[in-house]
């Protein structure tokens, strides 16, 4: 299968895959239940501190799996506020990843400056100006992903970040449609179907810490259960590549 034929058939399933945010998908389908590709895969995860803890989920999913990449394209104190999208672009180099994961925002209450100017959080200006930079970094990994998934800001137990997150989410969620790339609002699955922020859920009939105690960042387990949420997407890419290494052995004979 041509890669141009392959990237159309990974969209067309991509498009027929359905988030379910609900506790028991995150608690029942893990990453690390996959069964390793027939052939190389690539996965890069993009984005700041809450990025740098989903690559850490992936990365342990798929120690075992010799032909698995987990690229850490994780920058814990930036954001899109801070550097523009060329910046993360470039972190890329010449890497086309089967499929690229992107968070961030976490960072991002602050004040842009672009050129001579400072642009004051919260402003039409600075609003104007955040949605151009994630439509950039939405576009550009586009151009250089087989898929991309964006994951949206979680919930978070301070209520002063709580509001300002949701608004950074629907920037960003406006910015990545406009891009074609498809997004995963992660708000109400990270209540962990408790409806609200919590620090902790049962978990096969165990009380157990999902969250940091900053209420933003997750706890290895938390995270892991963040990155469930990326279970169907992996599994059709896994499915793509080894169904394309088999007919390509069936070629050569």
Not at 20 to 32: V, W
Not at 106 to 119: E, F, P, V
Not at 215 to 222: C, I, P
């Amino acid at each position: 299968m041509s890669k141009d034929l392959r990237r159309l058939a990974m969209v067309l399933s991509l498009c027929l895959i359905t988030f379910t945010p609900t506790a028991g998908t995150a608690q029942e389908r893990q990453l690390d239940d996959l069964e390793c590709p027939a052939a190389p895969v690539t996965i890069a995860v993009v984005g700041d501190s809450l990025a740098d803890g989903i690559w850490g989920a992936f990365y342990r999913a798929f120690a075992t799996c010799a032909d698995v990449r987990v690229m850490r394209l994780t920058e814990v104190s930036d954001g899109l506020a801070r550097s523009p999208a060329k910046d993360w672009l470039d972190r890329l180099e010449t890497a086309a990843p089967d499929l690229t994961v992107v968070t961030v925002g976490a960072n991002d209450l602050t004040n842009i400056r672009k050129d001579r100017s400072r642009l004051v959080h919260g402003t039409p200006d600075w609003k104007s100006e955040y949605a151009a930079r994630a439509r950039a970094l939405a576009a550009g990994l586009k151009a250089r992903s087989e898929a991309v998934v964006w994951m949206g800001l979680p919930i978070v137990g301070k209520q002063e970040y709580e509001s300002s997150y949701r608004q950074l989410t629907e920037l960003q969620a406006g910015a990545a449609r406009q891009a074609g790339v498809r997004f995963v609002d992660t708000h109400e699955p990270t209540s962990f179907g408790q409806g609200q922020f919590v620090m902790s859920t049962r978990i096969d009939g165990a009380v157990r810490q999902v969250r940091h105690s900053d209420q933003v960042h997750f706890t290895e387990l938390g995270y892991d259960m963040v990155a469930a949420l990326m279970h169907a997407t992996v599994s059709t890419i896994f499915t793509t590549v080894s169904r394309d290494a088999d007919l390509g052995a069936v070629a050569l004979q």
